[in-house]
């Protein structure tokens, strides 16, 4: 199976992680993550162990740009309510 290159749509993003408030969306959209590289991140960020401070490293690259944004969105409160 050959792997996306590219970078994913706001769909893609959308179907890999759940909705997302739209600005959340475009600041993963701008940093041109491929389908791979958003899923990538999104395992990162909903796993509930702690393997990447117990092996001491945590995503890099694109990845962890991605990472960062969706763990930021995770720790706000809920505005949407």
Request: hydrophobic share 40%; proline share 6%; aromatic share 4%.
């Amino acid at each position: 199976m050959k792997q996306i290159t590219r970078p994913a749509t706001a769909a893609e993003i959308t179907d890999i992680v759940g909705p997302l408030d739209d600005a959340v969306l475009m600041r993963i959209v701008e940093t041109k993550a491929t389908p791979a590289e958003v899923l990538k991140a999104f395992n990162w960020a909903a796993a509930d162990d702690h393997i990447g401070t117990e092996l001491e490293h945590r995503p890099l690259g694109v990845v962890a740009q991605v990472y960062d944004i969706l763990k930021s969105e995770e720790s706000e409160p809920d505005e949407r309510r």
